[in-house]
Structure formats: C-alpha cells, structure tokens
C-alpha cells in the first residue's frame, strides 16, 4: 500500500496531468493533493490523486481513484504542439503522405484516404478546423480474419497530430464492434494501444504499426486482457452473435444490392436534386436544394420512391424471417438496427459520403466530421406503437427519411433547443414526405404524432462527432451538464411539448394514461433551478 504521504505515487502536487472523462474523452488540469479522502469514505479509503480541472473543463475538483496511465497520466502534448525535432508541420505532412501510400500496400487494409485537415476542438476551446498545421485524418476501411469473431469490414479513422510520430495517433473505430478496447464514443484505449505497439517490430512505418497494433487489439483481445479475460469473451460472444444474424440473413435478403455500398445509394437510387446538389457541393447547389422549415429544421428531397419501396419490402422480408433484432432504442418496441441486419457497409457509404456534406453546409463544424452513426427504422401502426414521445436524441446531427408506406396523422413536432429558454415552445409541426429527409440537431425536443391511419416506416441516422463532444459547445446541451448550462425556461410549456417520461409537470396539464403512469413523478425537466415562474411540480403518485 502507498505510504500517506504519496511519496510512491507518480505525480506531485503542481503536476499537469490529463485525466479520463469515459467517453467525454480525457481532461486537462493539475493535481492539487495527494491521497484525497472525502469524509463519508470508509475510514482507510483514499484516492491518490486530487485534480483541479482547467477553466475550459469547468474548474471542477476531481479525484482520480487510481494511479495507473488508464485513469490519469502527464499531460498530453496539445495538437498544435509542433514537432520537437525541427520539422515543421509542411515536413510531418510529407511524412505522414509517405506512410499512408505505404499503408495501401498493406493486405489488411482495403481502402484507405487522406491525410485531411479536420476540425477539433482542444481542450475544450469551440470547433474550429485550423489552416494546416494539423490535426489530419486517415480514414481506412480493414478487413478482419473470417475465422474471427471480428470478420467484418471495420471503417476506422486515424487523428494524427504534428507532434507525429512522436506523440500517438488516436485510433477511432466507426463500426460497431464489441470490444473491451473501443470506449463508448469509439475511441481505442490509449494505454491498450501503447501496450499494443510495444509488442511489434519497429522496422514498419509507424502507421502501419498503429493499424497493426488495433488491428491486434480488436482480433485477439484475450492475449492484452490477462487480468479480465472474461470481458474479452464476453466482447467476442456478442460479435459473434451479431455476425451470426447477419450472415442468417445475407441467404434470405430480399434485394441484395440495398446492402452493396457501391450500388445501394447511387444515382440509380437517389433523389435527382439531391445527386445534383451533391456532385456540385457548392453553399449555392445546397441552398437551392434545402427548404428551411424552422429554425434549425431543415428538410431535402433524398431518396426515389424505388428506394424507399425496396428498403420497406427488406424490412418486411426481415421481420417475416423470425431473425432477432436489435430495438433502436427503449421508446421503441417495432423498429430495428439496419446496422445490425447487414446494412452497415451501405449506410457508411450513405452517411460519410452523401450526407456529410449537406451536415457541413447545415451545421458548419459539428456537421463537418461525422465520426460513428446509429442508424435504425422506426415503425408506427395501429396497434403497434403509434407514436413517439418528445425527447432529445443521443446525436450531434440527425437525418430522419420517411419510408413509407400509406399513413395518416404521425406529424413530427418540433419544440426548443434542450437547456434553452424556449425547451419545451412548440416550434414547428413537420409533415413526413415519402423520400424526404428531414435534417435537425439532436439537442432539439421533438416527438412523433400519432399514428392514425396505415403504417409509417422512417430511416433515421444519428451522427456523433468526437471532436464537439470535447468542446465547450457540447458541455452546454450535454444531458449531465443539466445544472450548469441550463437556462431558465421563459414560460409554462406547450401542451404538445409534454414528455410524460422526462417532464415533472406533466400530470399537471395532461392525464397520464396506461402504461405512461409508471412514468409518473420520475422526470428531470425542467432542473429545480430552470423552474418558470410558477412552476408546479406534479403529485409523484395518483
Ligand atoms: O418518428 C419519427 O419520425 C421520429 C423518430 C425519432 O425522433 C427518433 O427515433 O429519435
Ligand atoms: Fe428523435
């Protein structure tokens, strides 16, 4: 055990470390006591490090609960560092080109592109993408072993920074994959990865050992997992599970080319106007091609009626097979993950390539780099779910496109910005168009209408991007920050704003009916001090 006074422990008070926020990414700051208590601790309980956050991560006391380089470690070098060996950033540029032609000789790597200049937000500063001295992005698509439990096609991305090779490249694995190595947003742990590169030859360019060293992570998790192989196992047991419906239903699927990523969305299968404005790309071809509907809610013609018929008739072809599907989320009881059923390598081609840059016309920043996407089709029918209560989506940027089929009623209801004075003001009622998309923040409240006729099938495509979680913008709609940035709504809400599962008036203005009633006295909105003037909170039980 370490003595009280930290003399064994490897920062000093006055260090700058960097500490690890789970899926926030890691924090900048300096270690401020050794061997922290807090007084409702078990009396020999202490953590060895107490940390005070930089201003741009809100100055908050922190304890690191152990001393290893998974939890805290020195301060990492900024991405703006330049390099420490003279080289100036134009040289690593030059460099990095060299390793990544390298990189396409590699036979596990099946495509692979850039360096690009990307847009980053360090330390928490606000999006910007900076002129040239990096950071880059390598984006690759590698095939895994068809022996593995990992035999798929995995998109990956590479963020290098000038300090390169000095200073690691971060790992950011898109495809879902089950692995005790891929945090939550994506990104490859740090210390496995070091760990990792330490066990392979140096004699490879070193672009070529980080793919390596994932590729070895993801592929043989049990040989770095030795104290926890259980979680390796369990990683491998759900790909495994995964790949099995997949390749179930590859024998079965009804239109085999809705999962081919070169034919699935192409000028074949895609919206004229929209193929137009895409092949241009100019702010003119997209601001012909846009029809504001609100504030912030935009909507684009996007898919042929034979596309929205094909994806209908493969959803109804899955469903009739009996196969299990993953729900989208808890709200939702019909739909299913199409990255689940196969359509990943199809839906990558249509998020990163064709949506992406409408996002960065849109959405200028946290538009501009899609990192992972969660895409799934939501069902409405009578008797089956009928619609959808007002929420906010786990997404940076959100594309809803409506299927089909024949439906009455199920208008989309657009409300406030999450934590902004108008939260829960009706803002917008969208009426879905088959072959429409209609394009919104995530932090926006919306919800689904009823269903009051016929059947509704939606595609919808949550984007992420690693980078704006980082920055001040996101700490500001962030669900935890809910304290902090939250501002004080203006007025009582709009009856169509309600959420029966998040508000904690809702049983004052409306009945909370069936099944809803569990949800009763267990909302969050609005946070105690975002309270509008007369503010009532409902009864917690009837
Ligand atoms: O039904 C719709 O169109 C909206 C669905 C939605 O907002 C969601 O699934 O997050
Ligand atoms: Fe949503």
Same mark, same amino acid.
């Given at each position: 055990m370490a003595p009280v006074d930290g003399s064994n422990l490897r920062f000093a008070v006055g260090d700058?470390?960097?500490?690890?926020?789970?899926?926030?990414?890691?924090? *900048?700051?300096?270690?401020?006591?050794?061997?922290?208590?807090?007084?409702?601790?078990?009396?020999?309980?202490?953590?060895?490090?107490?940390?005070?956050?930089?201003?741009?991560?809100?100055s908050a006391l922190i304890f690191a609960p152990m001393d290893i380089p998974k939890v805290i470690r020195a301060e990492m070098p900024s991405t703006f560092s330049l390099p420490e060996d003279g080289r100036d950033?134009?040289?690593?540029?030059?460099?990095?080109?060299?390793?990544?032609?390298?990189?396409?000789?590699?036979?596990?790597?099946?495509?692979?592109?850039?360096?690009?200049?990307?847009?980053?937000?360090?330390?928490?500063?606000?999006?910007?993408?900076?002129?040239?001295?990096?950071?880059?992005?390598? =984006?690759?698509?590698?095939?895994? @072993?068809?022996? *593995?439990?990992?035999?798929?096609?995995?998109?990956?991305?590479?963020?290098?920074?000038t300090a390169w090779p000095k200073s690691p490249a971060e790992v950011r694995v898109h495809s879902w994959i089950h692995s005790p190595f891929v945090k939550q947003n994506g990104v490859m742990d740090e210390a496995a990865m070091a760990?990792?590169?330490?066990?392979?030859?140096?004699?490879?360019?070193?672009?070529?050992?980080?793919?390596?060293?994932?590729?070895?992570?993801?592929?043989?998790?049990?040989?770095?997992?030795?104290?926890?192989?259980?979680?390796?196992?369990?990683?491998?047991?759900?790909?495994k599970e995964r790949l099995d419906v997949i390749l179930k239903y590859k024998v079965q699927r009804e239109h085999d080319w809705l999962f081919d990523p070169k034919r699935a969305y192409?000028?074949? =299968?895609?919206?004229?106007?929209?193929?137009?404005?895409y092949c241009l790309n100019t702010p003119e071809a997209w601001a012909a091609l846009v029809t504001t509907e609100a504030t912030e809610v935009y909507s684009v013609p996007l898919f042929k009626p034979e596309l929205c018929k094909a994806f209908v008739e493969e959803l109804d072809k899955f469903h009739g097979t009996g196969l299990p599907a993953r729900?989208?989320?808890?709200?939702?009881?019909?739909?299913?993950?199409?990255?689940?059923?196969?359509?990943?390598?199809?839906?990558?081609?249509?998020?990163?390539?064709?949506?992406?840059?409408?996002?960065?016309?849109?959405?200028?920043?946290?538009?501009s780099h899609f990192d992972r996407h969660h895409t799934f089709v939501v069902r409405y029918k009578v008797g089956e779910d009928l619609g959808l209560d007002m929420h906010t989506d786990d997404s940076d940027v959100t594309f809803n496109v409506c299927l089909g089929k024949d439906f009455k009623g199920a208008g989309l209801q657009f409300c406030g910005d999450q934590g902004a004075t108008d939260h829960r003001k009706a803002s917008l009622q969208?009426?879905?168009?088959?072959?429409?998309?209609?394009?919104?923040?995530?932090?926006?409240?919306?919800?689904?209408?009823?269903?009051?006729?016929?059947?509704?099938?939606?595609?919808?495509?949550?984007t992420r991007n690693i980078e704006y979680r980082r920055s001040r913008l996101w700490s500001k709609?962030?669900?935890?920050?809910?304290?902090?940035?939250?501002?004080?709504? *203006?007025?009582? @809400?709009?009856?169509?704003?309600?959420?029966?599962?998040?508000?904690?008036?809702?049983?004052?203005?409306?009945?909370?009916?069936?099944?809803?009633?569990?949800?009763?006295?267990?909302?969050?909105?609005?946070?105690?001090?975002?309270?509008y003037e007369g503010f009532m909170e409902e009864e917690s039980v009837d």
């Amino acid at each position: 055990m370490a003595p009280v006074d930290g003399s064994n422990l490897r920062f000093a008070v006055g260090d700058r470390v960097s500490c690890n926020m789970g899926s926030d990414g890691w924090a *900048s700051g300096k270690v401020v006591a050794l061997q922290y208590r807090e007084d409702h601790w078990p009396a020999k309980k202490t953590a060895p490090y107490q940390v005070e956050l930089d201003p741009a991560f809100g100055s908050a006391l922190i304890f690191a609960p152990m001393d290893i380089p998974k939890v805290i470690r020195a301060e990492m070098p900024s991405t703006f560092s330049l390099p420490e060996d003279g080289r100036d950033a134009a040289e690593v540029l030059a460099a990095l080109k060299t390793e990544v032609a390298k990189l396409q000789d590699d036979p596990i790597v099946l495509t692979v592109s850039g360096p690009e200049l990307m847009a980053v937000a360090e330390d928490g500063t606000e999006l910007f993408v900076p002129k040239d001295a990096g950071p880059w992005v390598i =984006t690759m698509v590698v095939q895994g @072993p068809t022996t *593995s439990a990992y035999s798929s096609h995995l998109r990956m991305q590479l963020k290098v920074n000038t300090a390169w090779p000095k200073s690691p490249a971060e790992v950011r694995v898109h495809s879902w994959i089950h692995s005790p190595f891929v945090k939550q947003n994506g990104v490859m742990d740090e210390a496995a990865m070091a760990e990792a590169l330490g066990t392979l030859d140096a004699d490879v360019s070193p672009l070529c050992r980080t793919v390596r060293a994932a590729f070895s992570l993801l592929n043989n998790p049990s040989q770095f997992c030795e104290d926890d192989t259980d979680s390796a196992d369990d990683a491998a047991e759900s790909n495994k599970e995964r790949l099995d419906v997949i390749l179930k239903y590859k024998v079965q699927r009804e239109h085999d080319w809705l999962f081919d990523p070169k034919r699935a969305y192409s000028t074949e =299968t895609i919206h004229p106007e929209y193929w137009k404005a895409y092949c241009l790309n100019t702010p003119e071809a997209w601001a012909a091609l846009v029809t504001t509907e609100a504030t912030e809610v935009y909507s684009v013609p996007l898919f042929k009626p034979e596309l929205c018929k094909a994806f209908v008739e493969e959803l109804d072809k899955f469903h009739g097979t009996g196969l299990p599907a993953r729900r989208p989320n808890s709200m939702n009881n019909y739909g299913i993950v199409v990255n689940e059923i196969g359509m990943e390598p199809a839906l990558d081609q249509l998020c990163h390539n064709l949506l992406q840059p409408l996002a960065h016309y849109l959405f200028p920043g946290v538009g501009s780099h899609f990192d992972r996407h969660h895409t799934f089709v939501v069902r409405y029918k009578v008797g089956e779910d009928l619609g959808l209560d007002m929420h906010t989506d786990d997404s940076d940027v959100t594309f809803n496109v409506c299927l089909g089929k024949d439906f009455k009623g199920a208008g989309l209801q657009f409300c406030g910005d999450q934590g902004a004075t108008d939260h829960r003001k009706a803002s917008l009622q969208y009426q879905h168009r088959v072959g429409h998309c209609v394009v919104h923040r995530g932090h926006r409240r919306h919800g689904a209408d009823d269903i009051t006729e016929g059947e509704r099938l939606n595609l919808i495509v949550w984007t992420r991007n690693i980078e704006y979680r980082r920055s001040r913008l996101w700490s500001k709609f962030n669900i935890q920050s809910r304290s902090s940035g939250y501002k004080r709504e *203006s007025e009582p @809400p709009d009856l169509v704003c309600l959420s029966f599962t998040h508000d904690r008036d809702y049983g004052v203005f409306k009945e909370y009916k069936g099944d809803k009633k569990r949800h009763r006295g267990k909302g969050w909105c609005p946070p105690i001090h975002a309270e509008y003037e007369g503010f009532m909170e409902e009864e917690s039980v009837d």
